[in-house]
């Protein structure tokens, strides 16, 4: 992951503090746990979308609003893009879309260059709710209509939030073709164990359904 990557020695070591082998590897469940996977698949690191992203180096109070995190990441982008992968280009803060007569902003705006496609970020800090994906899904469309190049790819959604249900994610995703997915952000740094011991369970279990 480092040499694909191009890691600087304090880049590594923030990737290695934060877990993000762990946090990369737990983002697929479907994937081999092993190293050999992760190095040679075309699919190299950083062009998934993974499930949890560590946002500590925002440095944000006890209580902040959506505002408040948004500006954080803006001016953090350098460790911000480090953590949603270094494919990730910044294209706009509050992107405008105008539909019908009305404008609409999205929180940030991003290009991807190994999916080719823009990334909508929706950002929460709250728990995730139901409502927020008929939200994202009228953005995406409006992206792919106004903006999207003829060479690209749709538009992608994440859905950022400060936490989640499993199963309400699973229900409200559950009929919609959508390409949405609902990411949660901790503001402190995952225990490490914790991960590596999810990882020892699903290993064991996709070797169990060998």
Do not use: W
Not at 10 to 18: F, G, M, N, P, T
Not at 82 to 94: A, N
Not at 175 to 189: D, F, I
């Amino acid at each position: 992951m480092a040499i694909k990557n191009n890691y600087s020695k304090i880049e590594l070591d923030r990737q290695l503090s934060s877990s993000y082998y762990e946090r990369y590897m737990l983002s697929d469940r479907t994937i081999k746990l092993s190293v050999n996977k992760t190095i040679d698949e075309g699919d190299y690191p950083n062009t998934k979308l993974l499930d949890v992203y560590s946002l500590k180096f925002l440095n944000l109070p006890n209580e902040y609003s959506e505002v408040d995190l948004r500006k954080a990441i803006i001016n953090n982008l350098k460790n911000f893009i480090l953590e949603i992968g270094k494919s990730f280009t910044f294209v706009g803060e509050e992107y405008r879309i105008q539909v019908g007569n009305k404008d609409f902003f999205i929180d940030l705006l991003f290009y991807n260059r190994e999916l080719t496609c823009l990334v909508a970020f929706e950002l929460k800090v709250g728990k995730f709710q139901p409502e927020y994906v008929s939200k994202m899904d009228f953005y995406l469309e409006a992206l792919d209509k106004q903006e999207k190049k003829y060479n690209e790819n749709p538009s992608v959604g994440i859905i950022l939030c400060a936490d989640k249900d499993e199963k309400v994610v699973e229900y409200a995703m559950s009929r919609t073709m959508s390409p949405t997915m609902v990411a949660e952000y901790k503001l402190k740094l995952i225990d490490k164990k914790i991960l590596e011991n999810k990882l020892k369970e699903i290993s064991v279990f996709i070797e169990k359904d060998k």
